[in-house]
């Protein structure tokens, strides 16, 4: 009895792996029979595999998205198979150009468990690749019966808080996860100050942690996230670096912005306070020049940048253009004389600025997180000590005053972001992983 009790109070997922769940009530329609458990091979890597992605979105919400869709379809190309399972239904969704399953989060653990079960017996994958999202549990069963590799694409990872930034002070936390965390959350104003929401993510973060080692290789995309999980004791030797490329590319030849007094300022992000829109906007009304600053995004801030601009007179100056992507976004950037990534949180990578860089515009940026990785200061852009408004003022107004210096920086960022930033540096390292972890297996 007492084992029977003790079992059942396991959650579900893990009954069901573990052969303790009565599987006849899951296979009332096809392809819900209970996995074997060595699951089987669909083909060699020389040949042909099935790759299953995890993640919480299928839908341009971010830049994790953006290259889960890459990934996809580079792989699709050379003639393997992909699926996706996510769990928050959008309205800009990918389409169906593979199978997909929707397990949203609010279904109970058991609707979830059946949905999962499923979609890995319909699909038999060589290989899964979680992206973002998925319950730890039902993680580390996936990882438990087939190869599986994760990208920590975010500080969320590891971070309660979600950012790694002591915002009382607007310093970057250097900490590694612990009980710290949950003091500096009142101390520091770096995580939600909810008693059971901060407990929540705690929680969250160390199951993380502790279940990385379930993972065939952690991919990262900038030696700052690599350090920043070794800092968290994660071995080096299971982490993998992977280099990201732009998503946007020029659509046509890249042509130097001619634009008339005032200079175009660009930024391109998320309207949160992480990614710093309010600073860059009190930069533009601190500044004496001519300039004009252009934000295309959007976000949960959006209606506080524009309380924000009329607040501080700036309204005939700045423009909202909303989420761009695509052909749309490329010429944002074709019409910028430069652009800045204000990020006041340590950037795992900054997408924005190699972007940049691909349209042969300098970038401004604070010194922060993986920012330096890709920008050479005085070479490719600026680089400026983090938070300091004056500093970015003076930055910004210093590149805009000399048309040759911008011309330079945006040649040799165009030059670098060939060299190291292609699509075929990445989906090489990638590939390598996946081979590695498919013969060990």
């Not at 968290?232 to 992977?242: D, M, Q, W």
């Amino acid at each position: 009895m007492k084992r029977y009790c003790a079992s059942w109070r396991r959650p579900i997922w893990q009954r069901a792996w573990a052969g303790e769940h009565d599987f006849a009530s899951l296979s009332s329609s096809p392809g819900t029979e209970r996995p074997s458990a060595v699951w089987p091979r669909t083909g060699s890597w020389v040949d042909a595999v099935k790759v299953l992605f995890l993640n919480e979105h299928y839908a341009p919400v971010g830049g994790a998205e953006q290259v889960l869709l890459s990934e996809c379809r580079h792989l699709e190309a050379e003639g393997h198979r992909t699926a996706v399972v996510y769990s928050v239904q959008n309205e800009r969704s990918f389409g169906s150009e593979r199978p997909t399953y929707l397990i949203p989060d609010s279904e109970s653990p058991r609707e979830r468990a059946e949905k999962v079960l499923k979609a890995l017996a319909q699909e038999c994958p060589d290989l899964v690749h979680v992206h973002g999202g998925g319950d730890p549990e039902l993680l580390r069963a996936v990882c438990r019966r087939v190869p599986t590799v994760r990208t920590v694409h975010s500080q969320s990872f590891l971070c309660p808080g979600e950012s790694k930034t002591f915002w009382r002070i607007g310093k970057c936390c250097p900490l590694a996860f612990g009980p710290r965390c949950l003091a500096n959350a009142y101390r520091e104003q770096c995580a939600t100050r909810h008693p059971a929401r901060l407990l929540s993510r705690y929680r969250e973060c160390g199951r993380n942690l502790r279940d990385a080692r379930e993972f065939a290789r952690l991919i990262v995309c900038s030696e700052h996230m690599r350090s920043e999980l070794c800092l968290n004791g994660v071995p080096r030797n299971r982490l993998e670096l992977v280099s990201l490329f732009p998503a946007c590319l020029p659509t046509g030849d890249l042509v130097p912005a001619l634009t008339p007094s005032p200079r175009t300022v660009l930024f391109v992000g998320r309207l949160v306070r992480p990614k710093g829109w309010e600073l860059l906007v009190e930069a533009l009304a601190a500044s004496r020049g001519a300039w004009q600053l252009v934000i295309a995004g959007e976000g949960p801030d959006a209606e506080a940048v524009r309380q924000c601009v009329r607040r501080l007179g700036v309204s005939a100056r700045v423009r909202l253009e909303g989420f761009r992507e695509g052909a749309s976004l490329s010429a944002c950037y074709a019409a910028a004389d430069l652009v800045v990534v204000p990020s006041l949180w340590p950037e795992p990578f900054g997408m924005v600025g190699v972007e940049a860089m691909a349209h042969g515009k300098p970038v401004v940026a604070f010194d922060v997180g993986g920012i330096p990785e890709w920008l050479s200061h005085g070479e490719t852009g600026l680089l400026v000590p983090p938070g300091e408004l004056t500093g970015l003022t003076a930055a910004i107004e210093d590149l805009l005053a000399s048309p040759e210096r911008r011309r330079e920086m945006g040649r040799a960022g165009l030059a670098q972001c060939r060299a190291q930033f292609t699509e075929e540096r990445h989906y090489g390292l990638l590939k390598a992983v996946y081979e590695a972890v498919l013969r060990q297996s």
